[in-house]
């Protein structure tokens, strides 16, 4: 169980760094945000910009359930993380029908093997 939190926390910290850089104007708008922009426009930058802190709390609520920080409690814990997978499981779909190919092809394996590791640890922890 470690091993897949540490996992998703490996996951959760590129993709934190990844909307860093989109907020910071780098041209990987493709594979974020429907693709539509190489480089994101203001109102994106700042989705970025929000998403860091929620992959925060993600991580939070990680660690808690896979018994490796003591921080959320029960019941917010398992709420809260199955409220995770399926936000994750309809990322995926999202992800899937994007115009882009490249977030088709990078953003939707990414969300799904989050959501798997969300629920493998939901489910044994």
Known sequence: MPAFA???L????I???GQIALAAGAPLGRFAWGGQHDVLPRNLRIGSV???PIYAVFALFLLSKAGLVS???EPLLTIGMWVIVIYLVLSSVLNLLSRSKFERSVMTPVALVMGAVFLVVTLTA
């Open 71 to 73: 921080i959320i409690g």
């Open 50 to 52: 929000v998403a860091v």
């Open 10 to 13: 490996i996951l959760l910290a």
């Open 6 to 8: 540490i996992a998703g």
């Open 15 to 17: 993709l934190a760094v």
